[in-house]
Nanobody, 122 residues
Framework: QVQLVESGGGLVQAGASLRLSCAAS????????MGWFRQAPGKEREFVAA????????NYADSVKGRFTISRDNARNTVYLQMNSLKPEDTAVYYC???????????????WGQGTQVTVSS
């Protein structure tokens, strides 16, 4: 079992930056693919970004490419989402996810955090 706890959300103005963190605990973090998803009010949850265990391969949704960066520190069992040039449409609850699978484009994840709210005002 893997437990995931997100932090770093908040209320910011458009154009600002935030960095989300996701701390993993429980069984080993080793080998796990990590991802970030988000869910806006009244909308379905959508993929944001993913990263392989080594950090060598990343994948992003078109809506965040060039603005968001996913990274990980395996020594700290933590994955990050650096969000720059935030827009009001980025407002959502952001969820961290983990899965032992290695296919970077898969959106199937076994483990999920509780989410952290990001609100971007115009």
């Amino acid at each position: 079992q893997v437990q995931l706890v997100e932090s770093g959300g908040g209320l910011v103005q458009a154009g600002a930056s935030l960095r989300l963190s996701c701390a993993a605990s429980g069984r080993t973090f080793s080998g796990y693919r990590m991802g970030w998803f988000r869910q806006a009010p009244g909308k379905e949850r959508e993929f944001v970004a993913a990263i392989t265990w080594s950090g060598g391969i990343t994948n992003y949704a078109d809506s965040v490419k060039g603005r968001f960066t996913i990274s990980r520190d395996n020594a700290r069992n933590t994955v990050y989402l650096q969000m720059n040039s935030l827009k009001p449409e980025d407002t959502a609850v952001y969820y961290c996810a983990a899965d032992p699978g290695t296919f970077i484009y898969s959106q199937d994840y076994n483990y999920w955090g509780q989410g952290t709210q990001v609100t971007v005002s115009s």
